[in-house]
């Protein structure tokens, strides 16, 4: 689910915070900000202070960007994927899509009953000389303990919404979203543990080397063990093997019987 | 073997709170573009470098990519980087810290530059790199700062020595390694206390002459690699040894250095063209010179070496030099001549270099450099070449960072003429200009490199051009004939003439070529002497080259 088309992606976040679209070409685009991402994306915390202490609206501003990959000389801002204005955005985003609760939609007039599933997206990151990433969307089904892998792209197709249709209602999970969680993390180790790990032998090899340098330089001085352990400390920070869980984002889904059945069955 | 996993504990909390309170939940398209993000940013292996893809607008060059991927994979961000001058040290660096700060593994950085380049580092990471980094202020609160630049002596001076000392930083950048070569001194013993996890030392003067230096510098990156300073002292000092005679020393440093030279970068480089610009002297300038030469030949305890040199350069160098040995001097013995000297200099008309160097610029419409060794010179120069209407700046070491960036800028823009003395050697890129006039040779082949390198580096389009001014019948006609071109040294890349040096035990050359002038009795002991030195200067240049093709 890697992000291809960036003018597109960016296009639809403008439209999902209800920024209205003022100029669109094929790679550029000029948005009129609301007030709370001029606030997040701005960075003029003083122009709003003043604002709210003279207890007047304030004017939001707009943005204008040039989304192709080529930097064009005018006034447009230029938008790739390192900008700083990009990585803004991003941090925004993650920071306001953490958690989510959201129903497939139902219609027809038919009582239909929705089933509770925990969707955790996790990020595993390999620290070892180097540092790799591998993301996994994990579906937890709260009733029957179903697990199920790539996640996000099973919903992807679904009609998802904030609130419940009517007619629909919801079916109590019977395994708590906590102990969801931790069979999750749990699926992880059991995982990990039959990968192979030759990656931190590597980083445990050289981690060894570099002690026992630290070792010989430092033994003939006493007056230096502060810096010892210092260094010591350090190499270690730098190269000792560990993998760490982290959560993207997660959310509970409530999905109707159908769709129960077609995902696991997918 | 059995691997600490980490799990996010605290988001399980985090969830449960939040779960129950809609304002803090997303909508599907929200939830699927941070999974989307997460996707796209993360690090697919641990070997291929993902920042070049996050800096379209930068192209690296195949030594400063593998450099990176050097320092990454192999040497696990602890390493020496000592390219030659102008194969872009600075972008080597900046590439590597913007993939640990991409690959997460690096928050907080302090990278210690010269004062003259503290505000490029800050320009070429922030423009370039897209790095936010700052340069220290007096007020710096070095807690909050992510990404800081300062100098070394700033840095090591009180109250900011104990604050940064405290501070654990992720990266350490060192880009005036040279200081680091003696492990007794306070500058050393900062940055071995500095908490860092990776650490690059950045030089562009090669190290491998004394293996004590190289020793030092490598212990700081990583103690104990080549043993303790004893045993160090007792293997390779007693039997004398040459690190690049001994093959298993090299090997081991390859390890933790990387050095690429302009001749194993595979880039063309732009050609060089050298052109030596005689001059001769008016006859009452001749008469001058050949009268401080006269006086000085009978006191034993003075040269006239160092007013020669001057007067070469300009009536106003040597005639304040004289002025000044007169206020200081006790000697009654020669006061009386100088003063007649210094009553002739009043009397000169232009000095005839400086006539020579306004004509050459004149003539075209390029923009010059012109290098001088002495600040009186610098100022008549730029007099002289207003009153023929060519604008010129003038540059010098210990201007203000504002001042230098101002000036570069003006000579960028408007001016067609620089002249700077020696100290602006180090420290800016002038690549929009490829003439240089050495408007007086330096008598040490180092420093003419770096004043080249200053416009012959990686950016430079066209061929450079590097006119030497000598006047004949003079200190500088011996020096030109006798050593510069001997050694053809403006067609050599001077990368082993430090190396060379070091194997005659001739750290100074420049001192090595006064003493000759001040010691001699005769222009022909002189010129037997002078022809010695280059002799054995060129022969082992024969050599070094032939050893390394």
Known sequence: MKLTNLHQFLHDFFTIQDCAVREETEHTLEVQLTRELDQALMNRPFYWHYMDKMGQQGVPMSLSLNTSPEKLDDQKEWIHFGSPRLQQIFSYIQDKARITLLYEQTDGEMKTSLLPWLVVNVKMEYFGKQKKDHIQSIGLQLINGTMLTNMMLKLDSLPLQRVMSDYSYTISPLIKPSSGFYRIFQYFEEKLSNEDMYWASDAQKALEDERKLLEHFFSKNDDLSDLYEQELYRVKERLEPKISLKVINAGLFYLSENTNASIISQ | ?549
């Open chain 2, 1 to 549: 073997m059995r691997i600490p996993i980490e799990k996010d504990h605290n988001f399980i909390s985090e969830f449960s709170n939040l779960i129950h309170s809609p304002d803090q939940l997303c909508d599907w398209k929200l939830f699927k573009q941070s999974y989307q993000i997460a996707e796209t940013l993360k690090i697919e292996d641990f070997d291929t470098l993902v920042s070049p893809k996050f800096l379209p607008h930068l192209t690296f060059l195949p030594h400063q990519q593998k450099c990176a991927e050097t320092v990454i994979q192999e040497m696990n961000g602890r390493a020496l980087l000592a390219d030659e001058v102008g194969l872009g040290k600075t972008i080597e660096a900046g590439l590597i810290l913007k993939e640990f700060l991409i690959r997460g593994l690096v928050q907080k950085v302090l990278i210690l530059a010269p004062a003259s380049l503290v505000n490029q580092w800050a320009l070429e990471l922030n423009k370039k790199f897209l790095i936010p980094a700052l340069t220290a202020g007096k007020r710096t609160n070095w807690q909050a700062a992510n990404i800081i630049i300062t100098t070394l002596d700033t840095a090591k001076r009180e109250p900011h020595r104990s604050a940064i000392l405290e501070q654990n930083y992720d990266f350490v950048i060192v880009d005036e390694a040279h200081k680091l070569k003696n492990h007794q001194t306070k500058n050393y013993q900062f940055v071995q206390a500095l908490q860092k996890k990776y650490f690059l030392l950045l030089t562009a003067t090669p190290v491998q002459n004394k293996l004590t230096d190289i020793f030092n510098l490598i212990s700081l990156i990583k103690p104990g690699y080549l043993g303790t300073y004893d045993d160090f002292l007792q293997l390779y000092r007693d039997q004398k040894k040459e690190m690049e005679k001994d093959p298993y020393l090299k090997q081991l440093i390859s390890k933790v250095m990387v050095r690429n030279r302009r001749e194993d970068t595979g880039i063309e480089w732009t050609k060089r063209k050298v052109e030596t610009i005689w001059v001769e002297f008016s006859e009452e300038e001749q008469a001058v010179y050949d009268l401080i030469e006269t006086i000085f030949q009978g006191v034993q305890a003075f040269s006239s070496v160092t007013y020669k040199r001057e007067f070469c350069s300009s009536r106003e160098a040597c005639y304040l030099s004289l002025k000044k040995w007169l206020e200081s001097s006790e000697s009654m013995e020669i006061k009386e001549e100088i003063q007649q000297v210094m009553a002739r200099i009043e009397q000169l008309p232009h000095h005839a270099k400086a006539l020579k160097v306004a004509e050459l610029i004149k003539k075209s419409d390029e923009k010059f450099i012109v290098f001088t060794e002495y600040r009186a010179t610098q100022i008549y120069l730029q007099w002289l070449l207003k009153q023929e209407g060519i604008p010129a700046v003038i540059y010098r070491g210990g201007f203000k960072k504002g001042k230098k960036d101002w000036m570069r800028q003006l000579f960028q823009e408007h001016a067609q003429v620089m002249i700077a003395t020696e100290a602006a050697g180090e420290g800016i890129n002038l690549q929009f200009c490829h003439h240089l006039i050495n408007y007086d040779l330096p008598w040490n082949p180092m420093r003419l490199e770096q004043r080249i390198g200053r416009i012959h580096r990686y950016g430079q389009e066209n061929d450079v051009t590097i006119y030497n001014l000598a006047t004949k019948q003079t200190m500088e006609e011996q020096v030109m004939e006798l050593l510069y071109n001997k050694i053809s040294l403006f067609e050599n890349v001077i990368g082993q003439l430090d190396q060379i040096l070091a194997k005659l035990e001739m750290k100074n050359l420049e001192k090595e070529i006064s003493q000759i002038f001040a010691e001699s009795n005769s222009a022909g002991e002189t010129k037997i002497k002078m022809e010695n030195l280059s002799s054995v200067i060129s022969s082992m240049v024969d050599e070094q080259v032939g050893e390394t093709s």
